[in-house]
């Protein structure tokens, strides 16, 4: 195995297949030559809704490489420093039989040079201190590359925690168990406003707009205002709320707001969230491509959340056509 790792985050992977086309033209190969593959997972239904996720393949680098002892003109070498395997395009013979040997189909056929061609790490973009090409071009930043020793212990710090639901007798605003405050607070809220017992009329609309403005920030949409307004809503409720749940609903986003301001203007001024929950939405191709702007990863993440209508919204306010 080599020194350096090439991590997928799948929940932030949209399958837009940029690091594909990249790797492509950065080793100026022929169409259909694909050193790095995002493979389709799914679809597979969870909680009634259809999801499909992505999965990066591309050389293991292997500790004993299969390809390296199949090539019979040692053109499959493994770097003694750090242990990336690469093709010497001098020495291949175009036999194919590192293609057959390798297990994971990683080593691929270049009809122009007749030659073998894989995953190299860009080693010659390493050597100059750059990271390899596809991950300078993934949209939502799913693709994280370095030294495994530098790597790995920040990756073994973010182990999986699943959502546990809130039990019905649980009427106080508690920040639900997860590791991004934005989008526990997010997810409070509309629990708060699911249950109906924010009963005052004016609490409840200042806690839908808490609500959209904080969906912003989780959605990459936010300026520099949007904390500002948060806390002006809340201190609002709290001072005019009227019961005790709308006064709580105020010092709770208050309070979360205060405690966590560094994590909300992260996400305000990068528009990503370090763990991964809030959606990252970053142009993807669709979007740079389309004249009108349209907020496409958007309205595909919130067609897998099962919210269809927002998404309808999404596309509403982007469309520069008349509606019908």
């Known amino acids: 195995m080599s020194n350096y790792y090439l991590f997928q985050d799948r929940k932030k992977c949209i399958g837009c297949h940029s690091c594909e086309v990249q790797c492509e033209s ?13 493979v389709p997972d799914g679809p597979h239904v969870i909680n ?44 291949c013979i175009g036999c194919k039989n590192c293609i057959s040997a390798c297990p994971w189909g990683s080593v691929q056929w270049d009809p122009e040079k007749r030659q073998a061609v894989k995953c190299d790490y ?8 750059l990271k390899p090409a596809c ?29 546990l639901p809130v039990r019905e007798d649980e009427q106080d605003a508690i920040l639900p168990q997860k590791r991004c405050p934005v989008n526990a607070v997010m997810t409070e809220l509309e629990r708060i406003l699911n249950t109906g ?44 709320g009227p019961d005790d749940i709308s ?19 992260s996400h305000v001024q990068t528009n990503n969230c370090a763990t991964g929950e809030c959606v990252k939405m970053a142009p993807a191709p669709c979007q740079m491509a389309c004249p009108a702007g349209m907020d496409i990863p958007t309205y595909v993440t919130l067609i897998g959340m099962g919210r269809d209508a927002e998404a309808i919204e999404v596309i509403r306010k982007d469309n520069p056509f008349p509606p019908l």
């Open 122 to 129: 860009c080693m010659d973009r390493i050597d100059l201190g």
């Open 26 to 38: 950065n080793k100026s190969l022929p169409s259909g030559s694909r050193l790095c593959q995002i």
């Open 135 to 163: 991950v300078t071009v993934c949209t939502s930043h799913c693709l994280e590359f370095g030294a495994i020793e530098e790597k790995m212990p920040g990756l073994r710090k973010k182990p999986f925690i699943p959502v």
């Open 197 to 240: 017992n924010l009963v005052d009329p004016k609490s409840r609309r200042r806690t839908e707009k808490i609500l959209k403005l904080i969906q912003d920030v989780a959605w990459g949409r936010a300026g520099a205002d949007h904390l500002q307004s948060i806390e002006s809503f809340a201190q609002k409720i709290i001072k005019e």
């Open 247 to 265: 006064r709580k609903t105020g010092e709770f986003v208050s309070l979360t707001l205060t405690e966590h301001l560094e994590v909300f203007v």
């Open 48 to 91: 009634d809704l259809p999801r499909v996720s992505h999965v990066l393949m591309s050389c293991f680098h292997c500790e004993t490489p299969w390809c390296v002892a199949a090539c019979p003109a040692g053109a499959m070498k493994k770097r003694p420093r750090d242990g990336i395997v690469y093709v010497d395009p001098l020495l």
